[in-house]
């Protein structure tokens, strides 16, 4: 699976919108791009995930550059509850053993 | 909503017992895990099933034994507890999209 590097921490004001970017520049033809938060003494929960094209669901938006070597989660208007850890994976899709969930960013909203 | 089920959110064992830590999911998944998490650590792949008593160690089994007898509940068993292996345990189900996952069970050996 590709490496992924992501700052260790980013603060955000609350209402705007949080951009948290992912590095991983060796990734591969076949692999996707996963987003996963963990908010305090909680289990990880899922975002968002995709291959090329930019998505979009009712949490975030992820923009994935053209050579896929990087990509955005884009929390369009954060809250206080979107204080966490976000992790960006990368890795085939539906298949394999486990996630490798590294460090992730902290990121903290301030009111 | 796939739901992931731990038994416990914050349990205190002594050195030496014997922990059983449960885990269901109500989505008839295949795929389900036990990871731990400690800081500076990130999250650690302890064992894996793919099916009903099938088992795979993960990236640190030594110390922890699994039990997956039927579709929905897979359990993490601590045969001897030690201090070091206070943590937060993470169950988790793989989903279309990846990982559901538990709330977690703060596990504390004292």
Redesign the interface.
């Known amino acids: 699976d590709a490496k992924t590097t992501q700052p260790p921490s980013m603060d955000c004001a609350e209402g705007r919108a949080a951009n948290l970017p992912c590095n991983h520049s060796t990734i591969s033809g076949n692999e996707y791009v ?1 987003w ?1 938060r963990q908010i305090h ?6 975002i968002i ?1 995709g291959l090329k094209n930019n998505e979009t669901n009712e949490m975030a938006s992820l923009i994935i550059t053209e050579d896929r070597k990087s990509s955005t989660l884009i929390l369009p208007h954060a809250t206080l509850r979107d204080t966490a850890v976000y992790y960006c994976i990368v890795r085939v899709a ?1 298949t394999g ?3 490798y ?4 960013t902290s990121l903290t909203v301030i009111p | 909503d796939v739901k ?1 089920t731990q038994s416990s959110r914050y349990l205190v064992k002594r050195t030496g017992e014997k922990v059983f830590l449960e885990c269901v999911q109500d989505m008839d998944h295949e795929n389900m ?1 036990w990871y731990r998490q400690d800081p ?1 650590l ?2 650690r ?1 302890i064992y ?1 099933s793919y099916d009903v008593k099938m088992k ?1 160690k ?1 990236d640190i089994p030594e110390g922890y034994s699994v039990s997956r007898e039927k579709k929905e509940r897979f359990s993490l068993i601590l045969e001897s507890a030690s201090t070091n292996q206070t943590s ?1 345990y ?3 189900s793989r ?10 069970t ?1 596990l504390t050996v004292v």
Do not use: D, I, K, W
């Not at chain 1, 003494?41 to 899922?46: A, N």
């Not at chain 1, 969930?101 to 992730?104: E, H, L, S, V």
């Not at chain 2, 989903?95 to 977690?104: L, V």
């Open positions: 996963y996963y003494s909680q289990g990880p929960q899922y995930h539906y053993n486990q996630f969930f590294g460090t992730g | 992931v895990f500076g990130g999250l792949l894996f795979e993960g937060m993470l169950c988790a989903t279309f999209y990846g990982y559901t996952f538990g709330s977690g703060r």
